[in-house]
Nanobody, 121 residues
Framework: QVQLVESGGGLVQAGGSLRLSCVAS????????MGWFRQAPGKEREFVST???????KYADSVKGRFTISRDDARSTVYLQMNSLKPEDTAVYYC???????????????WGQGTQVTVSS
């Protein structure tokens, strides 16, 4: 069992930045794929970014060049640095853990509780 706890969300103006953190309950990050997804009200959970144990990264087209995912296995933590935020980035952001690098949230078997990100125009 892996527990994930996200933090770092908040209210920010358009063009601003936030850094999200996801801490795992035990040191399993080195063997798992970690991903960030987001879900806006009335919409399905959508892919944002993933990172493998070898630090191979992927991003949704909507966040490329603005968001950066990274991991610190010694701290069992994955980060999502979000710059140049837009109102359409407003959502609850979830950290997920899985075994395959994928944009499909169904392939991630552990999830955090989510952290709200609100971007005002």
């Amino acid at each position: 069992q892996v527990q994930l706890v996200e933090s770092g969300g908040g209210l920010v103006q358009a063009g601003g930045s936030l850094r999200l953190s996801c801490v795992a309950s035990r040191r399993t990050l080195s063997t798992r794929v970690m991903g960030w997804f987001r879900q806006a009200p009335g919409k399905e959970r959508e892919f944002v970014s993933t990172i493998t144990w070898s630090e191979s990264t992927k991003y949704a087209d909507s966040v490329k060049g603005r968001f950066t995912i990274s991991r610190d296995d010694a701290r069992s933590t994955v980060y999502l640095q979000m710059n140049s935020l837009k109102p359409e980035d407003t959502a609850v952001y979830y950290c997920g853990s899985g075994q395959i690098q994928s944009s499909n949230p169904k392939l991630y078997d552990y999830w955090g509780q989510g952290t709200q990100v609100t971007v005002s125009s």
